[in-house]
């Protein structure tokens, strides 16, 4: 398994409030994707990297930012965070565009 | 409806017993994959394919291109295998600049018991 490493793994915040979810690989893959797990639907992309400070949007990404400034970071940001925004997010990696993917263990976020 | 649709959402079986997981999707595909998520959260990528059939262990995916259709297959069903088993699809080629945007199915709970 891909060495990912989420922080934090639990988390409670208050609306209004920033956060930021950090997601550490030691696997120098490429490619980084954070998703989000919510009941009734199947993980959903909300940003994704191709490299470093190459950033694109997925299809959940209104509200949240990222960066990444290194191969080994990528960073998810709510700006102001907001009670949809309770979730379980997942960090992946990839080495190439449309091979594996490794996840990491996920992030409890929870918005109150 | 959506893209990717498996069934059955939750499957009870005993110790043993095959198992058989099933995804339809509605879009042409590149790839699929077949994950495990565990109870706790970690998500394990299974395989990946896009033709034919592979195995590993006790597992079997297999994937009928022609029928937007794979199956996961479990023989001799143990209650470690309890988990929830998503599949998840990879439409066209993209470029490299697309990543490995995939569309997941919402995943069906399997439950072994004793």
């Known amino acids: 398994d891909a060495g990912i490493t989420q922080s934090p793994r639990h988390k409670v915040t208050e609306t209004g409030t920033p956060v930021t979810l950090r997601c550490h690989q030691t696997?120098?893959?490429?490619?980084m994707y954070w998703y989000r797990q919510d009941p009734g639907h199947g993980l959903r992309l909300i940003h994704y990297?191709?490299?470093?400070?190459?950033?694109d949007k997925g299809e959940v990404s209104d509200g949240y930012s990222v960066s990444r400034s290194k191969t080994e970071d990528f960073l998810l940001t709510l700006e102001s965070a907001t009670s949809s925004q309770t979730s379980v997010y997942f960090c992946a990696t990839g080495q190439f565009s449309g091979n594996t993917i490794y996840f990491g263990e996920g992030s409890w976020l929870t918005v109150v | 409806k959506n893209e990717v649709e498996q069934s059955p959402q939750n499957l009870t079986a005993q110790e043993g017993e095959f198992i058989t997981i099933n995804c339809s999707y509605s879009?042409?595909?590149?790839?699929l994959h077949w994950l495990q998520q565990h109870p706790g959260g970690g998500i394990v990528s299974l395989f990946m394919?896009?033709?034919g059939k592979k195995k590993h262990g006790r597992l079997i995916a297999t994937i009928n291109i022609q029928e937007k259709h794979s199956s996961l297959h479990i023989t001799a069903s143990h209650p470690r295998d309890s988990a929830v088993y998503i599949c998840?699809?990879?439409?066209?080629?993209?470029?490299?600049?697309?990543?490995?945007?995939?569309?997941f199915g919402e995943g069906t709970q399997l439950t072994v018991n004793p």
């Open positions: 998840a699809v990879r439409s066209g080629t993209g470029g490299e600049t697309s990543g490995s945007r995939l569309t």
């Open positions: 696997e120098n893959h490429r490619y």
């Open positions: 394919l896009s033709s």
């Open positions: 990297s191709y490299g470093v400070k190459d950033t």
């Open positions: 879009v042409g595909i590149s790839a």
